[in-house]
């Protein structure tokens, strides 16, 4: 299958290689565009670099990879997911991932250690207000720095020759301009994209587990149980019964 995968321009990584591993090609369509705080990223590795944090937690690979350079060995790091933290391992550093690739996760893993800590995150300038109420209710103290903008780029998704269309954020759902088509299968990378896109009405057929390799694996099971060997644009390619 040709994916069309949602990523910020110039950010779409190891994506090909990475889908090509599941017999897949995939492109990039950017419906976000990222308007960077620099000086923002260097007052939080400042501060994380004069210890005042206690760990930091990067939810993204962009922030990971402007802070990266930034910050000295010796603080507690915690990513999202293995892709986020690579930047870091690169480097020397060690990083800790959560099990699963949701923010929601942090608390429960950071544990009894999370009371009076205080948890540096670098993020977008987009609002996770669950994730500081659940580290304050634990004790913890969030100190967020918000690093970058997201804002819509008003282009429509480039998708001739697509079979599927996958949103890797419910805000890249949100801010997408794209016509679906019969035969034609949107995917959601997890749950919480899922349900924005449920409630606006474009149910995913796949699901994954927040990684492009989890949302990949599900793909593979969901055409293989349908018997589906391709997807041309507008039509469904079946095995005979």
């Known amino acids: 299958m040709?994916?069309?995968?949602?990523?910020?321009?110039?950010?779409?990584g190891t994506d090909t290689a990475r889908c090509a591993?599941?017999?897949?090609e995939c492109f990039r369509v950017s419906p976000l565009r990222a308007e960077i705080f620099h000086n923002k990223v260097r007052e939080?590795?400042?501060?994380?670099?004069?210890?005042?944090y206690d760990c930091i937690f990067l939810t993204s690979a962009l922030p990971a990879k402007l802070a990266a350079p930034l910050i000295n060995p010796g603080i507690r790091i915690i990513a999202i997911g293995p892709e986020t933290g690579k930047v870091f391992m690169e480097r020397g550093i060690p990083v800790e991932v959560l099990p699963r690739f949701y923010s929601q996760e942090l608390v429960p893993y950071l544990g009894p250690w999370l009371k009076g800590k205080k948890i540096g995150i670098l993020r977008a300038d987009v609002p996770n207000?669950?994730?500081l109420e659940d580290i304050i209710e634990k004790g913890g103290i969030p100190c967020e720095v918000r690093c970058y903008s997201l804002e819509p780029t008003g282009e429509g998704l480039g998708l001739i020759g697509a079979d599927a269309?996958?949103?890797?954020s419910a805000m890249s759902f949100r801010h997408a301009i794209w016509k679906r088509r019969s035969g034609f299968l949107i995917l959601a990378i997890g749950k919480v994209t899922a349900e924005a896109m449920v409630k606006g009405g474009f149910p995913p057929a796949v699901t994954g587990d927040g990684s492009l390799e989890g949302t990949l694996t599900a793909l593979n099971v969901y055409l293989e149980q349908r018997g589906i060997t391709t997807l041309n644009n507008e039509v469904l390619h079946q095995k005979e019964d």
Do not use: S
């Open 129 to 131: 207000t669950k994730l």
């Open 2 to 12: 040709k994916i069309a995968v949602t990523r910020l321009m110039g950010k779409e």
């Open 165 to 168: 269309l996958l949103f890797t």
């Open 44 to 52: 939080f590795a400042d501060a994380a670099n004069n210890g005042d």
């Open 21 to 24: 591993k599941f017999g897949h």
